[in-house]
């Protein structure tokens, strides 16, 4: 199985920004990518964003195109494990609880999420 742990949420102004992580732990050699999800209240969890985890390819849902950028921690012996999610232009309705996942072969593994809340 793998772990997941996000960190990095917490209250901005709209206009602001904010960087959230993902660090994964346990048999991260079967992760084929790794995306982040996000949840309002009252709404549906929707995609934001995704990476390949041996790297390259990535993408975006299309509102969130130029202002958010998914990255993989690149250390050398990728010890780190961590997928960061940079977000730029925050607007209110980006107020969620945001968590990522990885696809591992046969499920999809969670973390608990972080709250994201943008005042506008």
């Known amino acids: 199985q793998v772990q997941l742990v996000e960190s990095g949420g917490g209250l901005v102004q709209a206009g602001g920004s904010l960087r959230l992580s993902c660090a994964a732990s346990?048999?991260?050699?079967?992760?084929?990518?790794m995306r982040w999800y996000r949840q309002a209240p009252g709404k549906e969890r929707e995609g934001v964003a995704y990476?390949?985890?041996?790297?390259?390819?990535?993408?975006?849902?299309?509102t969130m195109k130029g202002r958010f950028t998914i990255s993989r921690d690149n250390a050398k012996d990728n010890a780190k494990n961590t997928v960061y999610l940079q977000m730029n232009s925050l607007r209110h309705e980006d107020t969620a609880v945001y968590y990522c996942?990885?696809?591992?072969?046969?499920?999809?593994?969670w973390g608990q999420g972080t709250q994201v809340t943008v005042s506008s």
């Open positions: 346990g048999r991260t050699g079967s992760i084929y990518n």
């Open positions: 990476i390949r985890w041996s790297g390259g390819s990535s993408g975006y849902a299309d």
């Open positions: 996942g990885a696809q591992v072969p046969g499920t999809r593994c």
